[in-house]
C-alpha cells in the first residue's frame, strides 16, 4: 500500500505525472480540483458552491474541501495505494492529511512561474469528452476540435491571466508552509518539472526509490512494441472515476 501527495504549481504537470505514476502501482489517483469540475458540470449542489470560487482562481473552504477528500478516501477504491493532487493546499488542510492519514511521500513538483503562464495558458479542454491538449507543444488536426470525439476545445474557466496571477500567489502564499510541514517530516522529494514528463517521471520514481517507468521497446521493424505503458492512453481520462483535466504538459492527454 502506498500513499502519495503530488504538489506543484498549476501547470506544472501533476496530473499527468500522478496518472502515468499511478498506472503501473495501480494507485488510484485522487483529484480534488477534478471532482470540483466534474461537479460543476453536472450541476450539483456542490458544484453550484463551489463554482465561482473556482472561477476566481480562489480556494475553496477547507471544510468542504475537507468533506470531499474523506468521503472520496472513505469509498477505500485504493487496495494498493493512491495518489492524490490539488491536495493539501494550506496548512490547515495539512494537519487534517496528517492526523487522519499516513503517507508514503509527498512529490514536489518544481516549476518557475513564468513557465507556469506560459503552460496554462495554453492548456484547453474538450467541451464533449475531458480530454486535455497542451497547443504549445501538439495541436489538434482540426484547429479548435477534439482529436477523440470531435468536440469544442475550450480554455478551462479559471485558465486566465487574471485567475492565474490569484492562484500562483495562493499557492506560494499557502502552499508553500504545506510543503515545510512536510519537509519537516522528510516526505518530500522536489523534481524539476519541466523536462519532459518521461523523464520528470523517471525522476520521481528514482527519488522515491520506485522501480523506473517500463518504456516502449522498438521491434523488429522500428516500431514501438506493446510493451511498455503508453505516456497517454488516448482515453478520455479518469482519475479515480472523475473527468480529466490539465496535465499542465504536451499533448492530448488523460486527465489530471
Ligand atoms: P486544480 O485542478 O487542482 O487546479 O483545482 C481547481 C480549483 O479547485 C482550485 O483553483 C480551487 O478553486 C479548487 N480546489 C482544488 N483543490 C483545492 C483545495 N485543496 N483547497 C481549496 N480549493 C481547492
Known amino acids: 500500500m502506498r500513499k502519495y501527495v503530488i504538489m506543484g504549481v498549476q501547470g506544472s504537470g501533476k496530473g499527468t505525472q500522478a ?5 503501473d502501482l495501480d494507485l488510484v489517483h485522487i483529484s480534488v480540483g477534478e471532482i470540483f ?31 470531499v477528500v474523506k468521503a472520496r478516501l472513505a469509498e ?19 494537519e487534517f492529511f496528517l492526523e487522519s492519514y499516513d503517507i508514503d511521500g509527498v512529490i514536489h513538483l518544481d516549476m518557475p512561474d513564468s513557465e507556469v503562464r506560459r503552460r496554462v ?17 501538439s495541436s489538434p488536426a482540426v484547429a479548435g476540435q477534439c482529436d477523440v470525439c470531435g468536440g469544442e476545445l475550450i480554455p478551462r474557466e479559471d485558465d486566465t491571466e487574471e485567475a492565474l496571477a490569484v492562484r500562483l500567489r495562493d499557492y506560494h502564499q499557502k502552499t508553500n508552509p504545506v510543503l515545510d510541514i512536510f519537509r519537516r517530516k ?31 521497446v522498438p521491434s523488429q521493424d522500428g516500431q514501438p512494441a506493446s510493451s511498455g505503458q503508453p505516456a497517454s492512453s488516448g482515453q478520455p481520462a479518469s482519475s479515480g472515476g472523475q473527468p480529466a483535466s490539465s496535465g499542465g504538459q504536451a499533448g492530448p492527454q488523460p486527465g489530471g
Not at 37 to 50: E, F, P, S
Not at 76 to 94: K, L, M, T, V
Not at 122 to 130: H, I, K, M, Q
Open 37 to 67: 469540475r466534474l461537479n460543476v458540470q453536472q450541476h450539483t449542489k456542490l458544484g453550484a458552491q463551489v463554482r465561482r470560487t473556482m472561477a476566481a482562481g480562489e480556494l475553496v473552504g477547507d471544510d468542504l474541501v475537507e468533506g
Open 19 to 23: 496518472t502515468m505514476l499511478g498506472e
Open 121 to 137: 495558458l495554453a492548456r484547453r479542454l474538450c467541451s464533449g469528452c475531458g480530454m486535455d491538449y497542451n497547443l504549445l507543444a
Open 186 to 216: 522528510e516526505y518530500v522529494v522536489t523534481v524539476d518539472a519541466r523536462p519532459d514528463r518521461e523523464i520528470v517521471q523517471q525522476a520521481i520514481r528514482a527519488k522515491l526509490g520506485l522501480p523506473p517507468r517500463a518504456l516502449p
Open 76 to 94: 477505500h477504491d485504493w487496495n494498493f495505494g493512491f495518489i492524490i493532487d490539488g491536495f493539501p493546499r494550506n496548512e490547515r488542510q495539512a
